[in-house]
């Protein structure tokens, strides 16, 4: 079992290595990314992803929870611990963040107002 705190006050919790690479699996898999491209978005090799995938590594660096869970769009304590839930509270892809949002956005703003409130008349959120 590994022992995580996020601060050195707080109680430290037991992460169970396999629970975390199950968490961290199914969390890939939603993503759609390759390993290498989790690997690239969180400065770390396609191997060190392979083995904290695969449930290979005994060992987790905290800093690496952090970059991983944002790449993936779940919060860190959820990845770890399987506690709270697995998406990040009150988290919306932005064009920052997500290259289909960022298109969409561009895409929008290139309508005229009639096709953008027959757009939003279509997703129904117009008020």
């Known amino acids: ?3 995580v705190s996020s601060t050195n006050k707080e109680p430290r919790e037991k992460v169970s290595p396999a629970g975390f690479s199950k968490r961290l699996n ?3 898999l939603d993503s759609g990314m390759t390993k290498s491209e989790l690997a690239r978005r969180c400065n770390l090799t396609s191997a060190a992803i392979n083995f904290l995938i695969n449930g290979s590594t005994k060992e987790m660096a905290g800093g690496n ?3 991983i869970a944002d790449a ?3 919060s860190a304590r959820w990845l770890m611990t ?3 839930p697995r998406p990040i509270d009150g988290a919306v892809p932005t064009p920052e963040s997500d290259p289909q949002v960022e298109l969409l956005a561009k895409r929008i703003a290139m309508l005229n107002a009639r096709k953008r409130a027959a757009l939003l008349e279509l997703l129904d959120l117009t008020d």
Request: proline share 7%.
């Open 1 to 3: 079992m590994l022992e």
């Open 26 to 28: 199914a969390a890939f």
């Open 65 to 67: 929870v952090f970059p």
């Open 72 to 74: 993936l769009g779940v």
């Open 82 to 84: 399987g506690k709270q």
